[in-house]
C-alpha cells in the first residue's frame, strides 16, 4: 500500500482521479486504518488529506456555522459557542471514542464514513446541515439526507473530498440536546442515539421540532412525523410520548451483537422522550 | 511491500528510520526504534496502552500511520522524564502505588500526561473521561486518579 500526502483539495481530488478505485482519502483515521487492518477494506493507495491547510477550525459569521471537515471531535467538545443552545454538537462530540481517538477523529471523517451509527450525524440532521463537498473543478453543497445514501455509502462521487458541514440554527429560542444508548458510558458504538431540537414562540408553543435518530435504520433519518406531531402545540409529556412512538414507528433496526431489534426499538422511543424533554429543560434556562 | 525512509521527531531527535510505506507509529516506535515502552496489545484503539504524545496531544500510536507523523513531535514514555528526572506524574505513580501489573502504566501516564497539558488543575470527573480509553485490567483506578491528581498539584506548584 503507498501513502500519498496532499496538500491542497485540488491536489488531493486529482491524485484520487488518477489512482482510481483502489485510492481512500486518509483523515483522522481512527476508522479506516481498523478497517483496512481487519481486512474489511483493501486499498492500494491512501491519500493523506488530513493536513491540508484551511479544512481545520469552526467559524461563525452571523447565524451561520461552518465546521471544517478536519475539526477534531475534540475541538468541538471545546468549542465555546456550541455551549449553549447548540449543546448537542457537544454531547456527541465527546461519547466518539476515548480522549485518544478524539485527539485524531475529524467531524468530516464522522461524516463521510456514513455509519448508520455516526454519533455526530443525527445532530448534524437535527440542525438541517449541509455538506460541502470539494472535487477538482468545482464545490457543491448537498442536505445531509442526500449525501448519505446507505451504511458506508454516500453521493459523494470518486474525486470529491467532504470539505466542511454548514448549518443555520433557527431564529428565537431554541435548545438541543443528544442521548446515546451504549453498554457503557465511553467507548461504546451506539445502540441508539437521538439528537432533537425543539424552538418554540413567545407563549412556549412549539414553532418547530427536529428529532433524528441513528442506528435504527441503515442510515440516521428525521422522524418527521414526530416533528409534525409537535410542532404548534405545547410542549407536554403526553406530546412526547407520542412523538416517542412516532420516531419508534419509523424506526427500521437490525438486531446484531450489541442490541436486538426489539430492544433497539424499545430504545428508540425512550430515547426520543428523554432527549426531547432535555431539550424543554433547557427551553427553561433560558427562558 | 514497499518500504521507504521516514523522518521522525521523536523525544526531541530527528531519527531516520525505513519501514513499510503503511507502517503505523506503534511499528515504529516498538520496531526499528526499539522504543518498547509503548505496548502493542488492541491495535484498536480500545485500550489506549499504545498511547503516546503527539503535538502534545495524546493518541494511540496503533491508529497513526507514520506517514502521518512526519514533522511533527512524537513524545514517548522514555521521553517523558527530564534531565533524569522522573516526570511528576510518574514520581506520582510511584508514591501512590498506582501501579499493579504496570503494563497499562505507560499508556495511562501518556494519556494523564495530554490530559494535564491541557488541563492543569482536572477534576475526579474530568480525570475519569480523559481516562476512559486507557484499560487497566488490574482495574486499579482508584489510584491512578489520585496519583494524576497529585501529579498536576505538584506541577501547579512547580515542582
Avoid at chain 1, 478536519?70 to 475541538?75: E, K, N, P
Wanted: proline share 4%; net charge neutral.
Amino acid at each position: 500500500m503507498h501513502v500519498h500526502r496532499a496538500t491542497s483539495v485540488r491536489q488531493a481530488a486529482t491524485m484520487m482521479a488518477a489512482l482510481g478505485a483502489g485510492a481512500r482519502f486518509l483523515a483522522g483515521g481512527t476508522d479506516l486504518l481498523i478497517q483496512l487492518r481487519r481486512g474489511a477494506l483493501a486499498c492500494d493507495h491512501l491519500i493523506d488529506i488530513g493536513r491540508i491547510a484551511g479544512l481545520d477550525g469552526i467559524a461563525i459569521e452571523g447565524d451561520a456555522v461552518r465546521i471544517g471537515a478536519l475539526t477534531l471531535h475534540h475541538a468541538v467538545e471545546r468549542h465555546a459557542g456550541f455551549a449553549g443552545p447548540l449543546r448537542s454538537l457537544i454531547e456527541a462530540s465527546r461519547v466518539v471514542g476515548g480522549w485518544q481517538v478524539r485527539n485524531m477523529a475529524t467531524i468530516g471523517g464522522n461524516v463521510a464514513n456514513a455509519s448508520p451509527a455516526a454519533d455526530l450525524v443525527p445532530v448534524l440532521l437535527s440542525l438541517d446541515a449541509t455538506v460541502e463537498l470539494t472535487g477538482a473543478d468545482e464545490t457543491r453543497r448537498l442536505p445531509l439526507p442526500q449525501f448519505l445514501l446507505g451504511p458506508r455509502r454516500t453521493a459523494a462521487r470518486r474525486d470529491e473530498v467532504l470539505t466542511a458541514c454548514h448549518f443555520v440554527p433557527p431564529a428565537g429560542r431554541h435548545a438541543t440536546a443528544f442521548l446515546k444508548a451504549g453498554r457503557r458510558k465511553a467507548m461504546e458504538i451506539s445502540i441508539v442515539n437521538v439528537a432533537a431540537l425543539l424552538a418554540v414562540d413567545d407563549a412556549g408553543r412549539c414553532r418547530s421540532a427536529r428529532i433524528a435518530l441513528g442506528a435504527v435504520g441503515p442510515v440516521a433519518f428525521r422522524a418527521t412525523d414526530a416533528e409534525t406531531g409537535l410542532q404548534g402545540g405545547p410542549l407536554s409529556d403526553e406530546a412526547f410520548e407520542e412523538a416517542g412512538a412516532a420516531a419508534a414507528a419509523a424506526s427500521t433496526p437490525i438486531a446484531d451483537v450489541r442490541a436486538s431489534a426489539v430492544y433497539r426499538r424499545h430504545l428508540a422511543a425512550r430515547l426520543t422522550v428523554k432527549t426531547l424533554r432535555l431539550c424543554r429543560e433547557r427551553l427553561q434556562e433560558v427562558a | 511491500m514497499s518500504t521507504r525512509l521516514f523522518r521522525l521527531h521523536v523525544n526531541g531527535a530527528v531519527r531516520e528510520v525505513e519501514a513499510s510505506e503503511s507502517a503505523t507509529l506503534l511499528d515504529v516506535l516498538r520496531g526499528p526504534l526499539a522504543l518498547v515502552g509503548t505496548k502493542a496489545n488492541c491495535l484498536e484503539a480500545e485500550c489506549g496502552v499504545c498511547t503516546v504524545l503527539l503535538d502534545g496531544r495524546a493518541v494511540t500510536s496503533c491508529l497513526v500511520l507514520a506517514a502521518q507523523c512526519e514533522d511533527r513531535e512524537v513524545v514517548t514514555i522514555e521521553g517523558l522524564a527530564e534531565a533524569g528526572e522522573p516526570h511528576p506524574l510518574q514520581s506520582a505513580f510511584l508514591e501512590h502505588g498506582a501501579v499493579q501489573c504496570g503494563y497499562c502504566i505507560p499508556g495511562m501516564i501518556m494519556t494523564a500526561a495530554g490530559l494535564l497539558r491541557e488541563k492543569h488543575d482536572p477534576d475526579d470527573e474530568e480525570i475519569r473521561e480523559a481516562m476512559a480509553g486507557t484499560l487497566c485490567r488490574c482495574t486499579g483506578y482508584g489510584k491512578i486518579v489520585a496519583a494524576i491528581k497529585a501529579a498536576a498539584r505538584n506541577m501547579r506548584q512547580g515542582r
